[in-house]
């Protein structure tokens, strides 16, 4: 397993949005998490990041333990979210935006801008190339269309080099063409360069699409995990949340 939570909970004062949450991510997957709004989604991605702290359980990433670190170690170590904050520079080149992500990533500093900016020059050409944006390379972030946003936001994600990448609702906001273009595009992401994906998505068909596995949560409890077919054939999930609407 690339990451595992063990009986992982969170709790707001007394509501229980995460509650014993335990399962395993493999490398390589495209893993989605579902439940109705509510469910805990956004605070167990959080739990994972680091950006909320567990009130109980554990989290281990490559078998090691990183349950107290904070958000930025976890990044570090390769767990990265992305499309939660616009991070866009605006007044940056698509280039620029990518080359600034790889920089801090690797703790360069701008004392050695110059020859960074060569060694790095075909890791920022592979990335452009990967999303489709070498065309772009010298447009301004505040030039691009909406979509090409999405697709340097994910760049820059990748100049961060996750291992474990996290999208909540990647495509909350976008229409039924972007939607596509972005999840193929995530898809693609994760077969070329060994990604490990986990998603939340509110669009069933989109989940159904791209996932091979899917976990169902309700009321923070993990109640159904397993293939797409596995999870549409559960009579639990569709008791509580499908509502035989798929
Ligand atoms: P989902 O992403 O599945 O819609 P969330 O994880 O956002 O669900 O929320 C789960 C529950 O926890 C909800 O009842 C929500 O109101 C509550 N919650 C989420 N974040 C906080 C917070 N920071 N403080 C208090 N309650 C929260
Ligand atoms: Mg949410």
Request: with cysteine; hydrophobic share 40%.
């Amino acid at each position: 397993m690339l990451l595992e939570t063990q009986e992982i909970s969170k709790e707001f004062g007394k509501l229980r949005a995460v509650s014993r949450v335990s399962l395993g991510i493999s490398k390589g997957d495209i893993h989605a998490i579902i439940g109705p709004n509510g469910a805990g989604k956004s605070t167990y991605f959080n739990l994972i990041t680091g950006y909320h702290r567990a009130t109980s359980g554990r989290v281990l990433f490559k078998g090691k333990e990183i349950t107290g670190l904070p958000a930025y170690r976890r990044c570090r170590l390769g767990i990265t979210r992305s499309f939660q904050i616009t991070s866009i520079y605006p007044k940056l080149t698509v280039y620029e935006s990518v080359l600034m992500a790889l920089l801090s990533q690797r703790k360069v500093t701008l004392t050695f801008f110059s020859p960074a900016k060569k060694f790095f020059r075909e890791e920022v050409w592979g990335i452009l190339e990967d999303v489709g944006l070498a065309d772009q390379a010298s447009t301004l972030g505040d030039s691009i269309s909406h979509g090409d946003k999405k697709r340097l936001e994910l760049a820059v994600t990748l100049g961060t080099e996750p291992e474990l990448l996290l999208l909540d609702e990647p495509t909350c906001g976008m229409s039924l063409e972007e939607t596509e273009v972005i999840m193929g595009l995530i898809k693609k992401l994760s077969v070329e360069r060994g990604l490990t994906i986990l998603f939340t998505e509110h669009d069933m068909s989109v989940v159904f699409g791209i996932a091979r596995r899917i976990s169902v949560l309700h009321q923070g409890a993990l109640i159904a995990d397993g293939s797409p077919e596995e999870v549409r054939a559960s009579e639990e999930v569709q008791k509580v949340y499908l509502g035989g609407s798929t």
